[in-house]
């Protein structure tokens, strides 16, 4: 025996303990803990013995095989085109001004997605033209006259923003259940405008809706807090009294509170200036906890300079004082935003804006460049630290799963039976167990030994399979189980044609040795070509398929490729072993 073949032994043996040590997670999930913690990670975790991998590390079952919820998001491209136009219309009007080359008048028609820019001196259009063409490139003219100038978003910016508002929604929704937990889910492009989500283990579709429903437009707001308005209000036109509205200044200035959001909103409704607009902030944890106890307003200016959309990155922690806070950071863009933004408004409040909830009102205390902020929480007296750090934690993951640039709703939810999929694990596991014994007996019997070689080299196959699917934290679906058992066939085809070729050899008279060595050799290119072909057919159905499409081209690649060690390398181990190690002068096959 040469040098080598210890060399190959060795990579077999090795490959095979990762395998095994791969798939300790799998089994654990599958057949150690209830069927209500097979996606609970911690729960996977204490039954794992010390040497194992992470419980990640584990093979999912899909939704058609472990029940869950199906649901399908509009992502809302049209709405968020036009509050994009409105803004940029404040961005102009505000780099007019900043640069002194004239008062303008700004009028947006969101319909219409244009805006309408008009110069109180006509001579002064003409700059004011070339200069904002030049600098806000995604706009483009659409008429001018006189002193009016027409705007519109450019076409291919349109396109461009309503295919990357679709694409972030994506990221924002699965960041938002990863979350939760949901570490499995499948998300994925519906078209044009919508999103496909599978979140495999869920039984109840409202606790779905709001998890992935709820995922919100975030935007950071000037409050008004130097004006008396809301207690003028109060005492100029007081609320009904089963209403339950109060004048409060929990915050150091004038609020309403009340225990309704409709009736706060409809008692301001048509007494708030033009240029402000009310919004309303969950009391008493409400955010974590679902439900509000009660709600507080705030006077904000329509204005909207900064939303979501530049939004970096949200952590929360303690502060060198025991305080807790929340880090922020913007891009670039956002970063110069929100300096301008700190160092026009130090001193005032800035509302941080989530689905027209306010998050927090935080007092800005100077200007803040390097595109980096702080929220400082603040100590409540008679609260747990803890307490206090999970209010800043909840803001954080508000901040992040909100920076999406376009509101989604729910378009299509339902659940599918657990029953069912456990009908299908049974059905599937049967009909692969039993092709592949089938096959090994096949084998067996008209191979002989060579059979005996291929079907061991068959279940270490399959082991591989198994723990790819482990390694990548693939999904199993129903399709995945039919290319499992479709790998297994293909990689029987495998042996095969070696066995025959080296049936071929032998008829023409040489050793066994030789038969053995040539039958490798030569039938390894149409082995290897027959693979490379599926291969590319099974990456073309990954890129391409979506839900149970793309299980099954998962399983199909790993299968191949697995295919292609057991099929050239193991056998050739055993192979050489029988004819070079023990001087076989014949061989079964």
């Known amino acids: 025996m040469d040098r080598g073949w210890y060399w190959k032994l060795g990579l077999v043996i090795g490959v095979t303990l990762l395998t095994v040590w791969l798939l300790m997670p799998s089994y654990v999930s599958l057949f150690s803990v209830e069927k209500s913690q097979r996606n609970n990670l911690v729960a996977i975790q204490e039954k794992l013995p010390n040497w194992a991998p992470p419980a990640k590390y584990r093979i999912n079952l899909g939704l058609d095989l472990q029940g869950g919820i199906h649901m399908v998001m509009r992502v809302d491209t049209k709405t968020a085109l036009q509050k994009r136009t409105e803004r940029r219309g404040d961005q102009i009007a505000r780099y007019i001004n900043d640069k002194q080359l004239g008062q303008v008048t700004v009028e947006t028609d969101p319909q219409a997605l244009q805006m309408a820019l008009t110069a109180q001196d006509p001579a002064t259009m003409d700059a004011i033209e070339k200069e904002v063409l030049a600098t806000f490139t995604d706009f483009v003219r659409v008429s001018r006259d006189g002193a009016r100038l027409v705007l519109a978003p450019d076409e291919g910016q349109v396109k461009r923003f309503s295919e990357e508002a679709v694409d972030q929604a994506m990221l924002v929704i699965r960041r938002r259940i990863d979350k939760w937990g949901v570490a499995e889910v499948d998300v994925r492009k519906l078209g044009t405008d919508a999103i496909q989500i599978s979140l495999p283990g869920r039984n109840d579709p409202e606790q779905a809706k709001e998890l992935v429903g709820t995922t919100a437009q975030l935007e950071f707001r000037m409050v008004d807090d130097t004006t008396d308005f809301f207690r003028q209000t109060y005492q100029q036109s007081p609320p009904p009294q089963d209403s339950n509205i109060t004048v409060t200044t929990a915050e150091g200035f004038p609020q309403l509170q009340g225990p309704n959001r409709e009736a706060l909103l409809s008692y301001v409704h048509g007494k708030v200036p033009q240029d402000r607009e009310v919004l309303v902030e969950c009391v008493a944890n409400a955010l974590r906890k679902g439900v509000c106890d009660s709600y507080r307003t ?292």
């Open 298 to 589: 705030y006077l904000v200016e329509k204005d909207v300079p900064l939303t979501g959309e530049s939004l970096t990155g949200a952590d929360a922690s303690l502060s060198q004082l025991n305080e807790p806070e929340v880090n922020v950071s913007f891009d670039a863009a956002g970063a110069r935003e929100f300096e301008q933004l700190t160092e026009k408004g130090t001193g005032r409040r800035m509302a941080i804006v989530l689905d027209d909830f306010v998050q927090s009102a935080p007092r800005i205390n100077e200007r803040i460049g390097g595109g980096r902020a702080r929220i400082t929480m603040g100590r409540a007296g008679g609260r747990p630290i803890q307490e206090q750090l999970s209010d800043a934690q909840t803001l954080a993951l508000a901040l992040k799963a909100g920076a999406l640039p376009a509101p989604v709703t729910t378009g299509e939810i339902r659940q599918v039976g657990a029953s069912l999929g456990d009908e299908l694990i049974r059905k599937g596991g049967l009909a692969a167990g039993l092709g592949v014994a089938l096959v090994i007996v096949f084998m067996a019997i008209y191979y002989k030994g060579a059979g005996l070689i291929a079907d061991v080299a068959l279940l270490l196959n399959g082991l591989l399979i198994l723990g790819g699917l482990a390694l990548f934290n693939a999904t199993l679906t129903l399709p995945g189980i039919a290319g499992f058992v479709l790998t297994l066939g293909i990689a029987v085809d495998a042996n095969v044609l070696i066995n025959e070729r080296i049936r071929e050899e032998i008829s023409h008279g040489k050793t066994v040795r030789v038969a053995v060595d040539q039958g490798y050799d030569r039938a390894f290119w149409t082995i290897f070509d027959a693979h490379v072909t599926s291969l590319i057919a099974g990456f073309i159905l990954f890129f391409t398929g979506t839900g149970p499409v793309r299980g099954f081209a998962t399983t199909l690649i790993i299968g191949l490729l697995a295919s292609l060690f057991t099929s050239i390398l193991v056998t050739r181990v055993f192979m050489t072993y029988f004819v070079h190690g023990r001087n076989a002068q014949t061989v079964s096959v």
